[in-house]
């Protein structure tokens, strides 16, 4: 493509974050993206490409391998066919997702029915589906029977077995421990506060009582220390917090 083209190229989504209305012609910028959810821009000149359009801008050359996919603005998928064509002056025709697959999975993800175009699916894939933070949030397969098994953001889950997959998110779990005891929290992060209140919920700043707290067994950025007001601290699982009233009288 010449500089001419580029700059006369309508970017649908910088089109519709201005509010404005997709023009008539093309060319037209659209994302298009792969079963990890990398998206890389592509040029479709026509205003209503069909499926086999959607693959040949993406350099599909063996199309009968391979099938298109719309993003919904909901975020859930919904095949495009060779013949089958979609209008790109609508708002949520502007992302295509391509898989090297005849066939589609069905899984439920947070009650959410998805047609995935893959057999496999990674759990950092689910969570992009989700729309979740990553570092926060935990994916479950859940188990009849059983408990729900977390799902590493690397691991593959395979779609192909029999019956529907059933995933849900829930926020991150850490298990610590403040003055012995174990504590659940669902942050990354603890500030001084904040763990002075896991070992003594009713503390409040005052003139009369200050504390101490002291941590080790943390990540590598905060291994070991001591904590003090107006400072942040990075949480594992198995991380030790003591923490000491002294009373200032």
Same mark, same amino acid.
């Given at each position: 493509?010449?500089?001419?083209?580029?700059?006369?190229?309508?970017?649908?989504?910088?089109?519709?974050?201005?509010?404005?209305?997709?023009?008539?012609?093309?060319?037209?910028?659209?994302?298009?993206?792969?079963?990890?959810?990398?998206?890389?821009?592509?040029?479709?000149?026509?205003?209503?490409?069909?499926?086999?359009?959607?693959?040949?801008?993406?350099?599909?050359?063996?199309?009968?391998?391979?099938?298109?996919y719309r993003v919904l603005q909901n975020g859930l998928l919904e095949e495009l066919r060779p013949d089958e064509t979609?209008?790109?002056?609508?708002?949520?025709?502007?992302?295509?997702?391509?898989?090297?697959?005849?066939?589609?999975?069905?899984?439920?993800?947070?009650?959410?029915?998805?047609?995935?175009?893959?057999?496999?699916? &990674?759990?950092?894939?689910?969570?992009?589906?989700?729309? $979740?933070?990553?570092?926060? &949030?935990?994916?479950?397969?859940?188990?009849?029977?059983?408990?729900?098994?977390?799902?590493?953001?690397?691991?593959?889950?395979?779609?192909?077995?029999?019956?529907?997959?059933?995933?849900?998110?829930?926020?991150?779990?850490?298990?610590?421990? $403040?003055?012995?005891?174990?504590?659940?929290?669902?942050?990354?992060?603890?500030?001084?506060?904040?763990?002075?209140?896991?070992?003594?919920?009713?503390?409040?700043?005052?003139?009369?009582?200050?504390?101490? $707290?002291?941590?080790?067994?943390?990540?590598? $950025?905060?291994?070991?220390?001591?904590?003090?007001?107006?400072?942040?601290?990075?949480?594992?699982?198995?991380?030790?917090?003591?923490? &000491?009233? &002294?009373?200032?009288?």
């Amino acid at each position: 493509m010449n500089n001419q083209e580029t700059e006369n190229t309508e970017d649908i989504i910088e089109a519709l974050l201005a509010g404005r209305m997709v023009r008539e012609h093309g060319p037209y910028r659209v994302l298009i993206g792969n079963d990890a959810l990398h998206f890389e821009p592509r040029t479709i000149f026509n205003p209503q490409p069909t499926g086999t359009q959607v693959l040949q801008a993406a350099g599909i050359s063996n199309l009968v391998e391979y099938v298109a996919y719309r993003v919904l603005q909901n975020g859930l998928l919904e095949e495009l066919r060779p013949d089958e064509t979609t209008d790109l002056r609508h708002s949520g025709a502007e992302r295509f997702i391509i898989f090297r697959t005849d066939r589609s999975f069905r899984f439920l993800l947070n009650g959410r029915l998805f047609d995935w175009g893959a057999s496999r699916i &990674t759990g950092l894939t689910l969570k992009k589906l989700a729309v $979740v933070d990553p570092a926060t &949030t935990t994916v479950y397969l859940e188990i009849p029977g059983s408990a729900a098994r977390p799902i590493g953001d690397q691991e593959f889950v395979n779609l192909a077995e029999p019956g529907v997959e059933r995933f849900i998110t829930r926020a991150r779990e850490y298990r610590i421990f $403040v003055n012995t005891r174990p504590k659940e929290v669902h942050t990354s992060t603890l500030n001084f506060w904040q763990v002075v209140k896991l070992a003594f919920p009713q503390a409040e700043p005052n003139a009369t009582t200050y504390y101490t $707290v002291t941590y080790k067994r943390g990540p590598k $950025v905060n291994p070991e220390g001591s904590l003090v007001a107006g400072e942040t601290v990075h949480i594992k699982d198995g991380m030790l917090f003591n923490v &000491t009233p &002294t009373d200032k009288s």
